[in-house]
């Protein structure tokens, strides 16, 4: 089963190459093409992003990547990363079927914009303690009781996993890892 990382808007950097590694994953993709981006903040990186690419020209290109992965495919998104995964799934159900088995999205709190879609493979939702331009508990409400979803919010903030973030947090990102390590080894099994 390939795994694959799926960036936020600060796209492939040191911190997520060693977070792939940490993972064994077989692929980054990011929303710049392999261009490498360096941003002073996550500001300049957002307002980058939003001009430059936005959320659905990246799911387009995510699509298009996983569509030539042969192999079961499980995706893990951080941010806008996350919230392209979401999209994937309205993408494959107006499309082909599909390799995604499963998808673990932290903070994509993009995804309120399209609670509306129905997922097509197992997705972990993981939340933010809170977010500062929208309610978590509302939206966790709005997608809580779709099929394919399972949610956690945890006691840590947008960035968490991120090291480029102010909102990193080792000990979040240690138990994380070691969260998806132990169900990335069940996926294998199966």
Request: no cysteine; charged share 15%.
């Given at each position: 089963m390939k795994r694959i990382i799926?960036?936020?808007i600060f796209g492939k950097t040191p911190a997520l190459i060693?977070?792939?590694?940490?993972?064994n994953a077989d692929m980054i993709i990011e929303?710049?093409?392999?261009?490498?981006?360096?941003?002073?903040?996550?500001?300049?990186?957002?307002?980058?992003f939003s001009e430059?690419?936005?959320?659905?020209?990246?799911?387009?290109?995510?699509?298009?990547?996983i569509a030539n992965v042969k192999?079961?495919?499980?995706?893990?998104?951080f941010?806008?990363?996350?919230?392209?995964?979401?999209?994937?799934?309205?993408i494959i159900a107006n499309n082909i079927a599909s390799n995604v088995k499963a998808a673990f999205c932290f903070y994509g709190g993009q995804i309120r914009h399209s609670t509306e879609i129905s997922l097509q493979f197992d997705v972990t939702l993981i939340f933010p303690e809170s977010e500062p331009h929208f309610?978590?508990?509302?939206?966790?409400?709005l997608v809580?009781?779709?099929?394919?979803?399972?949610?956690?919010?945890?006691?840590?903030?947008?960035?968490?996993?991120?090291?480029?973030?102010?909102?990193?947090?080792?000990?979040?990102?240690?138990?994380?890892i070691a969260l998806m390590q132990r169900q990335l080894k069940t996926w294998d099994k199966n």
């Open positions: 799926v960036s936020d060693a977070l792939a590694e940490l993972l929303p710049y093409h392999n261009n490498n981006k360096v941003f002073d903040d996550e500001s300049q990186a957002y307002q980058y430059n690419i936005g959320l659905d020209s990246y799911a387009a290109q995510l699509a298009n990547k192999e079961d495919v499980v995706l893990i998104g941010s806008v990363g996350a919230a392209a995964i979401w999209q994937l799934s309205d309610n978590v508990s509302a939206l966790i409400q809580s009781n779709k099929k394919h979803v399972n949610i956690k919010q945890v006691d840590y903030l947008h960035g968490f996993m991120n090291a480029l973030s102010n909102n990193f947090n080792q000990r979040g990102y240690e138990q994380h």
